[in-house]
């Protein structure tokens, strides 16, 4: 999907902090006016920018063409 994916505007809906320390985010996008949920773990280099992945901001994701439904954060 890095290679072949398409990058879409989407939404942070919510952000969850497991006692291991992994973060996980919620995020919504629409494609042809559908929506899509979908939620996807933080990398170290991402966690540093607490403010880039905070609920109500706007976030790159990279989907796939064929499947509209398989996303990461980009």
Known sequence: MLKNGRITE???IDSDTHSNGD???Y???????VDF???DH??????QNP????PGAKVSIRFDPKN???SVLD
């Open 27 to 33: 995020y919504f996008y629409t494609i042809h006016g």
């Open 68 to 70: 509209h439904g398989n």
């Open 37 to 39: 949920e979908s939620s």
């Open 42 to 47: 933080l990398t170290e280099e991402q966690k």
């Open 10 to 12: 989407g939404t942070i």
């Open 51 to 54: 403010l880039k992945y905070a």
């Open 23 to 25: 973060e996980i985010v």
